[in-house]
């Protein structure tokens, strides 16, 4: 992503029928670089396409870039012809310096990426993913128990999310939001985030610049320092869970045929990028939600009459009743819509020629899926701005965006929506939520109060009261929890034992 830092010249599509128009200030040799590097350049975006149509092309020297703000149009592009739209520009920092070009999320589309590919697919496969449900209903009651005592629920989403990626790759849970292994995990991620922000590195516009020695960059030792960093830190998890009595992904990809063609150093970003590609992203998307029910408490109104009309108040909600619940669903997919956190999906590059109702694009051309403004065309919802669930009911067959689009779509994306399930059913089920504050003063949180990092939106900081909704509810939080102790070798042999009835 960080390639858009070459601009020399950027140029506009006014409309798919053929109108060139030129973005204003541009700058000689970088073109619109300091546009991409401002903070809110993914907002503005938006106003680009709503001015100029679905297609955005940069002009990069003999490369082209490609921002897409359309769905139907990314899904001709990316998913259709994906044969040829699904390999990624060469990215010099986050790929070449810190991952020795091995990060399973940026390598180009062929053998290597085919065989990482299948070693995830083989326990993040839909089938697979409904084994870790069982783990998902542990994992998403600990945090209602800690909530009970803790409001800070940004550090207990992120606990939800890293325990369970850690319990099912290594077969260890972490249950202390406090636990040291979620801060050096959040490091490594954090690094790689920051290491693919569009417009931010000169060395990917400049790729020479990688032979600066150490010394002259510090960029290139912070590098170096997230790469063995990510390699010892996840070098010594695999290790341990080759080693535990409880099944994991790590026993179960050694036990595949063909493995042995995927090298050590390439089953570190296996197992890494699972948890760098979902663990900010998860714990972003939960405080979201908490602002979407704090901002239209209506909303949340719905959603509580519809679990008291199907479960009462007498038993936490599970994954059985998931299909009884059309509110619920539809509220979590308007979470995702409402605010797209990925708002600039990861880059795809083009292996081929290829053109598009007219126009021609050369090899190479780098394509982004400008996912922000798919979400708020208003030529594709009615009132994109508003929060409005019921959307997803009345035209059940509309797609999200958030996940990405064709074959590098993110492999995670049944765990992930299983995981915002339970959590946000039960939070809704046993909570009361209020304040927004967002300063000392009483300032209420506002629907627009983000941060850009790289070409994520992040909400700022607010506090949330969440409210036990009654005694009752307390007392069957801290039953079922005492009734779990030591259940989880059992739940991970179970998963493992229906998972290898795939492979039998």
Known sequence: MSALAAVISLIILGTLAGCYRTLTSPLPLIGNLHQ?????????????????????????????AV???????????????????????????????????????FLP????????????????????????????????????????????????FKRFQTS?????????????????????????ARGFLEAVATGDWWVDSFPI??????????????????????????????????????WNWVKHVRGLKGVETVSEHELVFVFGSIYQAGVDIMTSSLRLFLMACILHPEAVSAAQEELQRVLGN???????????????????????RWRPLAAIGAPHSLT?????????????????????????????????????PERWIENPTRTLSSFGFGRRKCVGQYMAMDSLYIMITRILWAYDIKGGYKDSEG?????????????????????????IRDEQRRGIIQSALAATEGSIDHLLAECGREISKCFS
Not at 39 to 49: A, D, F, L, M, P
Not at 114 to 142: D, G, K, T
Request: proline share 5%.
């Open 36 to 64: 991409l590097q401002c903070r809110g350049w993914v907002r503005q975006s938006r106003e680009w396409h709503k001015k100029y149509g679905p297609l955005v092309t940069l002009k990069l020297g003999q490369r082209t």
């Open 109 to 156: 589309y062929g053998p290597k990426w085919r065989a990482h590919n299948r070693l995830h697919m083989s326990f993040l496969n839909p089938r697979a993913v409904r084994q870790y449900r069982a783990i998902q209903e542990l994992e998403s009651l600990e945090t209602l128990h800690q909530l009970l005592t803790d409001d800070n629920h940004e550090r207990l």
């Open 314 to 336: 007498n038993r936490l909600p599970n994954f059985k009743d998931m299909d009884n619940l059309p509110f619920i669903d539809a509220f979590i997919k308007e979470v995702l």
């Open 352 to 388: 081929e020629e290829d053109s598009y109702l007219g126009f021609v694009f050369p090899k190479d051309t780098i394509i982004l899926a400008n996912q922000f403004a798919m979400d708020m065309d208003r030529n594709a919802w009615s009132e994109p701005e508003l929060f409005r």
């Open 164 to 188: 369970l990626i850690h319990t099912l790759a290594y077969g260890t849970r972490i249950t202390d939001a406090k636990d040291s292994r979620i801060k050096e995990l959040e490091e490594v």
């Open 209 to 246: 610049l990688k032979h600066v020695p150490s010394c002259f960059a510090s960029w290139k030792r912070y590098a170096d320092r997230i790469h063995w960093k990510t390699v010892k830190m996840n070098g010594a998890n695999i290790s341990a869970a080759e080693k535990g009595a409880s």
């Open 443 to 467: 300032s209420r949180i506002g629907p627009w109060d983000f941060v850009e990092e790289g070409n994520v939106l992040i909400p700022k900081p607010f506090h949330v009261d969440l409210r």
């Open 67 to 105: 921002l897409i703000g359309n769905q139907e149009v990314a899904n001709e592009l990316l998913g259709k012809r994906g044969r040829i739209y699904s390999s990624r520009p060469h990215l010099t920092l986050a790929f070449e310096i810190m991952s020795k070009c091995d990060h399973t999320l």
